[in-house]
């Protein structure tokens, strides 16, 4: 097989038809369950700060309406096509039911390289794109909910939320119409890292797993890992930096312009920092420069985590691969014929559709906190310390004895809104990786994580087709 021909949605059904065996639904369920229910392909123009104008390429596609809103984030790439944006919303639907948040999938894209594109022609672009989706009623807090991906972040979210609100006076839950906002603007602290949190929580509770690590040969736990991440935007710089606050060893970064290693560690905040002054991550103090920054990606090393674009790991460089963990922080970044090479070779990928669904999680926390109209842990947060201070105080009498200043400040703490959200997520990813692999381990013909993943996943979105009485 060549990976000349590559669609992407094509991919996605192919992992889909494989694990698609492993379950009870008939062919008509698993039908409605693949397709994509809705896609909005646009054309508008945009009038450019010379004056000239240009039509832009946009889409929303919404992959299931099974549970709704429909949930998933807005890409700006020069890449963007059709067939990305509906494989991307497939993969939120997938994700959304592995990780438990009750959406269905969704996914938007706007063919522009935003680097070519002034501040001012950004906000038009954005704002048409909304008004766009108003038109066809493919936003709103109950219809679909759009957040930050490839290309976009804090700021484009809250021109969405501006145009939106614009559109529709008085509506009172108007903000829970995109997620991903500033927090001022009704955002929730921890959706910044929240994607690259959950790689790290989902990749630890896989680290934690002494039977996984017996057989790729790695000892139990983060601590010591040898990690290479690829691209440090949003997802990769936060990945790799809950991974060095743990103990790992961030040995090798690529980026854009290039990638460098080090054996001894790479600090990600100073590589950050570097970049930020000089442009460019190359010839960072200390560190080596590769020579092609896809060079990264074979590096030697126990775990690689893609965190750019999709189909960076092909049939070409898949079988000199050296990580004995793959840990998927871009959506789809191994084809399927990298897939096939890994799998043979004994690499243990894990799967983009759950190891990434931190940031929709965190999407679903601040959606719930917008229909609310109130910060997580402002009601909860003083009574809470009242009560620890009281249950300490009593136990320091009945004891005698005074708990040391370190553990007292823990044990008194009442929940902050951060503290909250990174329980939330925690709890999420831990409990997602134990259903996956638990699929995994009740049917050992199931050839791989991927499966075990799309398994869980079909079987959610089934049954909630079924119960619907869709399919009498
Ligand atoms: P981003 O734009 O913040 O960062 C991407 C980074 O990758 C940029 O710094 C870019 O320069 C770099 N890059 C591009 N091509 C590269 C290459 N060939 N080699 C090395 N680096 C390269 O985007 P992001 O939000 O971090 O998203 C990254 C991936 O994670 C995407 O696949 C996205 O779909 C996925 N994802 C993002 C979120 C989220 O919450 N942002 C959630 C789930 C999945």
Redesign the pocket.
């Known amino acids: 097989m060549s990976d000349q021909h590559y669609s992407f949605f094509g991919a996605v059904e192919k992992s889909f038809d494989k694990a698609a065996k492993f379950t009870k639904w008939d062919i008509g369920i698993l039908g409605q369950i693949r397709e994509c229910n809705a896609v909005y392909q646009m054309r508008f123009p945009l009038k450019r700060d010379d004056g000239s104008i240009e039509v832009i390429e946009a889409y929303r596609v919404q992959h299931s309406h099974h549970k709704t809103p429909c949930k998933g984030?807005i890409?700006f790439a020069a890449e963007v096509n059709q067939d990305e944006v509906m494989a991307?919303a497939a993969l939120m639907t997938y994700k959304c039911a592995i990780v438990n948040v009750p959406f269905g999938g969704g996914k938007g894209g706007i063919k522009i390289n935003p680097k070519k594109y002034s501040t001012w022609e950004l906000e038009k672009i954005t704002r048409r794109y909304t008004a766009e989706l108003i038109k066809k009623n493919f936003i709103g807090p109950g219809t679909d909910v759009p957040?930050?991906?490839?290309?976009?972040?804090e700021r484009e979210m809250a021109w969405i939320l501006d145009t939106y609100t614009a559109m529709h006076p008085g509506e009172i839950d108007a903000a829970g119409c995109v997620t991903?906002k500033p927090v001022t603007q009704g955002g929730v602290r921890g959706r910044r890292e929240?994607?690259g949190l959950g790689v790290f929580f989902g990749l630890r509770e896989v680290c934690n797993m002494p039977d996984v690590m017996k057989k790729l040969g790695l000892t139990v736990g983060v601590e010591g890992k040898r990690v290479v991440v690829?691209?440090?935007?949003?997802?990769?710089?936060h990945s790799a930096k809950f991974f060095q606050d743990a103990g790992a060893k961030v040995i090798g970064l690529?980026?854009?312009?290039g990638?460098i290693y080090n054996d001894k560690g790479l600090d990600i905040d100073a590589v950050f920092n570097h970049r930020k002054t000089t442009g460019s991550i190359l010839n960072f103090p200390g560190a080596t420069n590769f020579e092609k920054?896809?060079d990264a990606l074979i590096m030697d090393c126990d775990i690689l985590i893609p965190?750019?674009?999709?189909n960076?790991i092909d049939g070409n460089n898949a079988p000199n691969i050296k990580a004995k963990i793959i840990g998927e922080?871009?959506?789809?970044?191994l084809t399927p014929e990298a897939d096939e090479i890994l799998g043979k070779k004994g690499v243990l990928v894990v799967p983009?559709m759950y190891l990434?669904?931190?940031?929709?999680t965190v999407?679903y926390f601040e959606w719930l906190k917008n229909l609310s109209h109130v910060r997580y842990g402002r009601l909860e947060k003083r009574f809470t310390e009242n009560l620890n201070s009281q249950i300490l105080g009593q136990m320091e009498e009945l004891t005698g004895k005074r708990v040391k200043d370190a553990s007292r400040e823990f044990i008194m703490h009442g929940p902050d809104e951060v503290d909250l959200v990174y329980s939330g997520l925690e709890e999420t990813m831990i409990t997602a990786t134990h259903e996956i692999m638990n699929a995994w381990k009740a049917n050992p013909e199931i050839p791989d994580m991927r499966t075990a993943a799309y398994v869980v996943a079909i079987n959610k979105v089934g049954t909630s087709y079924s119960e619907l009485g869709i399919f009498p």
Do not use: I
Not at 147 to 153: I, K, S
Not at 230 to 237: A, C, P
Not at 356 to 360: D, I, P, S, T
């Open positions: 984030g890409r991307l957040a930050p991906d490839y290309g976009t972040g991903g929240a994607t690829q691209g440090l935007g949003n997802v990769g710089y690529a980026e854009y312009e990638a920054n896809a965190a750019a674009l999709e960076v922080a871009a959506n789809g970044p983009d990434n669904a931190g940031g929709v999407s």
